[in-house]
């Protein structure tokens, strides 16, 4: 039996030489508090400066909306006045056409002009194109129409007048265009 013993441990010697084991070496990173502090330091001032852009975003976002509000807070008043302008313009036509309709085709014509008027002083601009060229962005074309003796591609006749407010078409005006 005493034999049996020294075998096992030249085995077992022999199996630690067959199958050496390693050991993982941990690298030691020295990370004082000083540096974590700084880091976390760093990170809070990111967030905060991301913060207060986000704040004055919101800050421009509502003030832009305040004034578009402001600008364009007539728009749907004025798309319910426009029929009414178109009525009035019909009415100054039909007036003039007709014998001693004078009177009242003037009365007619001095209330749409004050009616423009005072909606010219909430921004609101007529678009009248007669004769000049169709531009698609404030123009709606009824129709085309050759014309020999007209410059192709622009407003022969004015069907209905168009209105912006502001700027930004409200209604496109109604327009036969010469064809090309």
């Known amino acids: 039996m005493a034999e049996e013993t020294p075998k096992k441990e030249e085995q077992e010697a022999s199996e630690e030489e067959q199958l050496p ?15 974590a502090v700084d880091e976390q330091v ?47 313009d019909k009415a100054v036509e039909t007036a ?3 014998e001693g309709a004078e009177a009242i085709a003037e ?16 921004g609101i601009e007529e678009i009248d194109p007669l004769g000049e060229p169709f531009d698609p962005q404030v123009h709606e074309a009824m ?5 020999p003796d007209a410059e192709p591609n622009s407003v022969m006749e004015v ?7 502001n700027g930004r078409v409200v209604r496109a005006a109604k327009v036969v265009v010469v064809q090309g």
């Open 21 to 35: 084991i390693e050991e993982p070496v941990e690298e030691e990173v020295e990370v004082s508090e000083g540096d």
């Open 42 to 88: 760093a990170q809070y001032k990111d967030q905060a400066l991301r913060a207060l852009a986000e704040v004055e975003n919101i800050k421009r976002r509502a003030a832009r909306d305040v004034e578009h509000a402001h600008k364009f807070a007539v728009e749907k008043l004025l798309n319910d006045l426009v029929p009414v302008l178109d009525s009035l």
């Open 96 to 98: 003039a056409a007709t």
């Open 107 to 122: 009365g007619v014509q001095l209330s749409l002009k004050l009616f423009i008027d005072t909606l010219g002083r909430s």
């Open 143 to 147: 129709a085309m129409v050759p014309n």
């Open 159 to 165: 069907m209905a007048k168009g209105y912006t407010l």
